[in-house]
């Protein structure tokens, strides 16, 4: 069969040709069926397999896997009533959820916001709060708030000094030759005054040791220097150059982004310690948690969400007990260290000899890392957790992690903005799914310079990969309250003006002319994370990872550049994550995730050191004799302990690598094409495979004995080369149970329809695909009538020469665009020729009538006649307008089926038919079967457009937008009814 096939079809149609693709029946509205769910608190976390699956399960999501927006108010300056109606707006749209967040980037004159009365934490912040949380569990939806405003975590009862406020470590020197006696050297880098000397070091300049940026040294040579009041008096033990070092520990005085939205002004906290987490713990609780708020969250509440950590140092972060913690786990002192960590502009400053720099980094950072995710992810998880609350949260922007910390949060979140490619999320989702978590979030649609300017479509291809790379929820950014003081025409929008000029995008909501089409969006995306959450998810390898950064767009020898395009899955995993639970291997299968084999390389971090811990080392030992496969990339026979080892560390290493290597389960390979064969040799194979290398990118889930798999003809990363095109090929899918008969699910529409057109392949189903770029489809394998088909196990199409052969209730059917007699050979062996009649040519559709609703400050209409279709920028009077386009025609037919292709349409679109509006419109590929509702004779045609609102604040704000460029707005074709026919096999 093809995927995907034609809309508007009974729910047991299948197959299309390559040209066009399938629409289905429902519209999601506001209401949506009950679901049972589990209750986290006042969040209603939907079990995974709480409901069966029905053709009503899938039309119509529950709730929780509604999409949600970050909500963005400009501190407390917004009205109750406001804040209830935005609620219902968004309910109304098909949203389940909003995060609420101190955000106002695009006001520059803050004198206006008074954080005294209208600051975040005020009481006029929290009558606000309570009013979204109680309209949201009127609305069934869900609210988040954000730990802090804007962001990092932050709060108004500390200053840089406080023992609770972020820390760093600043330095200065000062060149010696022989004797010094002089003041200590001050800080380098120009910082918080108050400051506390830590250390005064001396060491020798060792030009052997220098690179391109950083003054070599001789470590050996590193002393300590005693000190005076303020003043060194010292002499160098040894001729040469002596450099004297002064560490310095202050508060980093950093702000929350676009302040201030407190009175006093909130200061970052300090992350890597406990001190830091209680002052945010403490502040809520003396001023956010109301007693009326406390009952909401147990109602309405989501989670607490904390955005990227974005802590901003010119010099080391730090923390004052840094050096005990860094002792206590690494096992000997930071001190004599301490000259190749420092930073001076965020750049290293000094170097001993490369090796062992890069292993004293490595502790350092691994150090912090540990801290940061005991002592405040962790801590704040539990806290959020007492309320009634998950917590989620970007886990990124330090050298943390990141992987560990999923398994941490409730719920990890990533970034279409900052992630460089789909690995980036691989690194979350082998977090969670190791950790047992269900849901992975992202940070949706945050285009820099695209404020009111960007599409739906060019969102729907940026979140196509990330779903197959493990996301199920996706976190519009963003929807901005309606005003704030000195706010423009079309109302305050949180990012834009940036800077006095375009900002990120967008301001989602009513303002935009899209926000009429917005149920057919929101409907799309809570059915691929309705099927994103069932059962367990599937991978076929774990990567494991010595260092678990993410957002660095690194991926995986062999798997990242050539596993994907041929069928391979994998997610990243790294050594803290084998200590979990369920970190245990059965039946040959690692995990959650039932991986079929771990592939190891040297540290991608760190110059791909062959490096382990002997923890990591001795439980992949455990799981080779336990039978799961192993690849190891690289000469591990001289492996090393990553940082710094200790005297017997490295040989104990090599030991237990010495013992993994011999067993029949584990591979090594000198070079990544030999990754395949490796595999191969062991018995693992990908659970998909596709008939050519491809663009498709999937993702399997597994339900009891249902199969659930998302497929994107999508990017791995934003500058793909060579780019997509469409893909056109068999895959086959692997199936649990033996029996199971594939379905479409049609991410749209929400219709379910028995396939009838594949093959049997072996253990797995042999489906082909079409898909334009950036288009998704959804399909299920489980056993016949899981969907209420009424074929049962009648024989399916293995072969025909028609364009579709799809199940009309227990009926055949084949389709084609052209008569002739068509030959379908059946699973059962038959073999029929079938004749369908004949079928006029297609039908070009170039005239039509237009009525344009010019969104502006003051709304205006026009009304145009067009004997061909042309971008809005063409059209004299439409030249600058941005907003609703209905484009009427009509067509005489002699009753024939046919679909309407309409080509190119800038923005959303829906199409109504003899005044019959019909089901959602695949917003990538807008190609409609009109079959059910033409009639003979004269035929209506409508197709409503939205567009963006760039072209019209062009001329409306020209200061901040005049340098856009004028985009073809409107219905561009070419425009086309395919007539098709259709006949029953016998």
């Not at 405003?149 to 840089?160: D, E, F, L, M, R």
């Amino acid at each position: 069969m093809n995927l995907p096939h034609p809309p508007h079809l009974p729910s047991s149609h299948t197959d299309l040709p390559p040209t066009h693709t399938r629409r289905g029946f429902l519209a999601l509205g506001a209401a949506t069926a009950a679901a049972a769910t589990v209750s986290f608190g006042g969040a209603a976390a939907a079990a995974s397999t709480a409901s069966r699956p029905s053709a009503a399960w899938f039309a119509r999501p529950r709730p929780e896997v509604r999409p949600m927006v970050r909500w963005w108010w400009p501190d407390a300056h917004v009205d109750p009533a406001e804040i209830r109606r935005e609620v219902d707006q968004l309910a109304d749209a098909g949203f389940g959820g909003a995060e609420i967040a101190a955000v106002h980037h695009s006001i520059r004159d803050k004198s206006v916001l008074d954080p005294a009365g209208h600051g975040w934490g005020t009481p006029a912040w929290n009558t606000a709060v309570e009013a979204a949380l109680d309209q949201a569990a009127e609305r069934g939806i869900t609210i988040d708030l954000t730990i802090g405003p804007s962001w990092p975590a932050a709060v108004p009862t500390i200053t840089p000094s406080s023992p609770a406020a972020a820390k760093e470590l600043a330095h200065g020197s000062v060149t010696v030759a022989g004797a010094y006696s002089g003041p200590v050297p001050p800080p380098a880098v120009a910082g918080h005054p108050e400051h506390e000397l830590l250390l005064v070091q001396a060491a020798r300049i060792d030009p052997a040791n220098n690179t391109r940026d950083e003054t070599g040294l001789d470590p050996a040579s590193v002393v300590n220097v005693p000190v005076t009041g303020a003043t060194i008096t010292w002499t160098a033990p040894d001729e040469g150059e002596w450099l004297l070092i002064s560490y310095w520990q202050r508060g980093s005085g950093q702000r929350p982004e676009s302040g201030p939205h407190t009175a006093p002004e909130s200061y970052v906290v300090d992350h890597f310690s406990r001190a830091g987490t209680q002052a945010v713990i403490d502040f809520w609780e003396s001023n956010l948690l109301t007693p009326a708020i406390r009952k909401l969250l147990r109602r309405a509440g989501g989670a607490l969400f904390e955005d990227s950590i974005e802590i901003e140092s010119d010099a080391l972060p730090w923390t004052p007990g840094l050096p005990a913690e860094f002792e206590r786990r690494r096992g000997y002192a930071l001190a004599p260290f301490l000259p190749v960590i420092v930073l001076a502009d965020e750049d290293p400053v000094f170097a001993f000899d490369p090796v062992l720099t890069r292993h004293a980094r490595k502790d350092y950072w691994d150090t912090v890392s540990e801290l940061f995710n005991q002592h405040h992810f962790t801590m704040v998880r539990d806290w959020a957790h007492s309320l009634g609350l998950r917590l989620r949260a970007q886990p990124y922007g330090l050298q943390t992690d990141a992987i560990e910390a999923a398994a941490i949060l409730d719920v990890p979140e990533g970034e279409s903005l900052g992630f460089k490619n789909l690995d980036d999320y691989r690194c979350l989702a082998g977090g969670r799914d190791m950790a047992g978590h269900e849901v992975l979030s992202c940070e949706a649609g945050a285009y820099q310079g695209g404020a009111y300017t960007t599409t739906w479509k060019k969102l729907l291809r940026t979140m196509g990969g990330a779903y197959a790379a493990g996301l199920n929820q996706t976190v519009l950014h963003g929807f901005s309250y309606a005003s704030a003081p000195g706010a423009a025409w079309p109302g305050f929008a949180a990012f834009t003006p940036y800077n006095g000029t375009v900002g990120y995008s967008e301001s989602w909501g009513p303002r935009q002319p899209t926000w009429n089409h917005i149920n057919d969006i929101a409907g799309y995306f809570a059915r691929i994370h309705l099927i994103m959450r069932q059962g367990a998810p599937r991978a076929d390898v774990a990567v494991l990872r010595q260092t678990g950064y993410t957002k660095t767009g690194i991926g995986a020898a062999w798997f990242t550049a050539s596993g994907i395009p041929s069928g391979w899955t994998h997610q990243f995993v790294s050594g803290p994550l084998l200590d979990l639970p369920g970190a245990r291997v059965r039946g040959g299968r690692l995990g959650s995730p039932a991986y079929k084999a771990v592939f190891v390389e040297g540290d991608r971090f760190y110059a791909s050191e062959c490096t382990m811990t002997l923890a990591t080392a001795g439980r992949l030992l455990e799981y080779a004799r336990a039978g799961l496969p192993i690849v190891l990339l690289g000469a591990w026979e001289s492996a090393s302990v990553p940082g710094v080892a200790r005297d017997g560390d490295n040989e104990r290493l090599r030991a237990l690598l010495a013992d993994l290597l011999a067993e029949p389960t584990v591979r090594t390979v000198a070079a990544a094409a030999d990754v395949p064969t490796a595999l191969a040799s062991l018995g693992v194979h990908p659970d998909i495979r596709y008939a050519t290398p491809s663009t498709l990118l999937t993702m399997r889930r597994v339900d009891g004995e249902v199969d659930y798999y998302y497929l994107c003809n999508g990017k791995h990363q934003e500058n793909a080369k060579p780019p997509v095109t469409p893909i056109d090929h068999e895959v086959t899918l692997a199936r649990t149970a033996h029996d199971g008969v594939p379905y479409l699910l049609d991410p749209w529409t929400g219709r379910a329809s028995r396939i009838a057109r594949y093959a049997e392949d072996g253990e797995g189903v042999r489906l082909r695909v079409t898909l334009q770029p950036g288009q998704a489809n959804l399909v299920a394998i489980g056993r016949p009538g899981l969907f209420g088909d009424e074929a049962g196990r009648r024989a399916h199409v293995t072969d025909t020469d028609a364009d579709v052969a799809r199940f009309s209730g227990r009926r055949l059917l084949i389709r084609a665009t052209r008569s002739g007699a068509y030959t379908t050979t059946l699973s059962d062996g038959r073999t029929f020729t079938t004749a369908i009649g004949p079928v006029p040519s297609p039908v070009p559709l170039s005239s039509w009538r237009l009525r344009v609703e010019d969104r502006s400050p003051s709304k205006t209409t026009h009304s145009v006649t067009l004997d061909r279709l042309l971008p809005w920028t063409e059209i004299p009077e439409l030249a600058d307008a941005s907003g609703i386009g209905s484009y009427t025609t009509t067509v005489e037919l002699d009753g024939t089926g046919a679909y309407l292709e309409l080509g190119e349409v800038t923005d959303t679109c829906r199409v109504t038919v003899n005044d019959r509006r019909l089901d959602p419109v695949d917003q990538i590929h807008p190609v409609i079967d009109l079959g059910p509702y033409l009639r003979r004779g004269t035929n209506t045609i409508e197709v409503e457009v939205a567009t963006p609102l760039g072209n019209r604040l062009r001329v409306a704000d020209p200061a901040v937008y005049a340098g856009l460029a004028r985009q073809p707005y409107g219905l561009l074709g070419p425009v086309r009814l395919v007539p098709y026919g259709e006949a029953q096999v016998r």
